[in-house]
């Protein structure tokens, strides 16, 4: 039987790359189109996902969680720093913070992955229950709006 911290990051992982799957069929036109999640496109998405895992990997580092203003005020601060980013270099950016994570979820106590540890809610606000929310959200959007051609 797995113990609780490896069932957890195994769940990260099949999260993530279910979330991964939903960008692969974009072109990078479809990235800046707004409307995805309310007037958010897919690239302010991944800059969403990357910023709310970088408070998670501040949090693992420092040992504590650190209280956070209103998500809204912070997400448009984020997009109003990275409008001018390349779908492309917020990927990138996105797999560099997610694979520090990784890392740091891999050194983190087993205590953090118990239920109503306060880590632990953080780790799956952060991580699957983020990924679900917006792999979800852009995987709808791009049945209707993307301009790749549809997978046979």
């Known amino acids: ?6 069932a957890v990051l195994a769940a990260i992982d099949d999260n993530w790359r279910l979330f991964r799957s939903s960008l692969e069929r974009l072109v990078s036109d479809d990235m800046s189109k707004p409307g995805v999640h309310k007037n958010m496109s897919v690239t302010d ?14 949090a693992l580092d420092c040992g504590h969680i650190e209280t956070m203003r209103d998500d809204d005020d912070f997400n448009d601060a984020y997009r109003k720093r990275k409008n001018s980013i390349e779908p492309r270099q917020a990927i990138a950016e996105m797999e560099q913070v997610h694979r520090s994570v ?8 087993s205590a953090y992955f118990e239920p109503f540890d306060p880590f632990r809610a953080l780790i799956d606000a952060c991580t699957v229950l983020h990924y679900q929310e917006h792999g979800m959200a852009i995987r709808i959007w791009a049945t ?3 301009m790749a051609s549809p997978r046979s």
């Open 1 to 6: 039987m797995k113990d609780r911290k490896s």
């Open 45 to 58: 998405l991944v800059g969403h996902i990357t910023t709310q895992e970088w408070k998670l990997v501040t």
């Open 102 to 109: 990784r890392d740091g979820l891999a050194k983190a106590p």
């Open 144 to 146: 209707k709006n993307s």
